[in-house]
């Protein structure tokens, strides 16, 4: 059994920050990516930063210099530092750790997610 458990979201004024933290834990053998999704009222759940095993990282266009993801690996967490931030980043924050097993299967398991509300 894999568990993600993310923390730190809240309500924050435009223009503000906030760290998400999210700790993996269970049977996890090898890591293949971690990642922060999120999903607005209304709208499809969209990728929001990845980084890999190796460290490399990735945005979407609309967080790009704003956000910052992160890597602990002694504790398997990743945080997602989110600054300069808008009301249309408002939504349901989402972690998803993408690991495979010792046989080489792939598995996405994803954490219950954690609310951000930006206020204009």
């Known amino acids: 059994q894999v568990q993600l458990v993310e923390s730190g979201g809240g309500l924050v004024q435009a223009g503000g920050s906030l760290r998400l933290p999210c700790a993996a834990s269970g049977c996890i053998f090898s890591i293949n990516a971690m990642n922060w999704y999120r999903q607005a009222p209304g709208k499809q759940r969209e990728l929001v930063a990845t980084i890999t095993s190796g460290g490399s990282t990735h945005y979407a266009d609309s967080v790009k210099g704003r956000f910052t993801i992160s890597r602990d690996n002694a504790k398997n967490t990743v945080y997602l530092q989110m600054n300069s931030l808008k009301p249309e980043d408002t939504a349901v924050y989402y972690c998803?750790?993408?690991?495979?097993?010792?046989?080489?299967?792939?598995?996405?398991?994803w954490g219950q997610g954690t609310q951000v509300t930006v206020s204009s």
């Open positions: 998803m750790l993408d690991h495979s097993n010792r046989a080489g299967l792939r598995y996405n398991n």
